[in-house]
């Protein structure tokens, strides 16, 4: 969703794909510790979709069929640069999403540990 709509905003697909990783490194940190599995099982499992496969395949293809890619109207550098630059945006946006959701999440836990104490407390100043 955070892909189609920073797409529908006009950026490019890397900039997409980094938006949408820094989200998905976002969520996982919390789903992670509620469902006590390690954030990177989830993190893993939200970027497949993201993954430049089809960019490296057509980049290798266009280096052995150069003819192909001057009749595609494109080159090998570019699909290559393109998955070089998607497989940055991943690991640069699921790492930034990992550390902001770290902080949120402690910051959350860190809260409800200072509300639960101070309920605790005003139970105890009651039954005085």
Known sequence: LAYLITG???FDTVVATAFACVVVGLI?????GRFHVP???VSTAGIVAFLPG???YRGLYY????EMATLAGTSAATHLWGAAATGLAIAGGISLGAYFGRLADRNVR???GAAA?????SR???RE
Do not use: C, F, H, W
């Open 8 to 10: 529908q905003l006009g």
């Open 28 to 32: 996982t940190q919390p789903i992670a």
């Open 39 to 41: 954030a990177l099982a």
């Open 54 to 56: 089809s960019m490296i």
């Open 63 to 66: 280096l052995t069929e150069p």
């Open 110 to 112: 860190a809260g409800v």
């Open 117 to 121: 104490k101070a309920l605790a407390r």
């Open 124 to 126: 105890a100043d009651n």
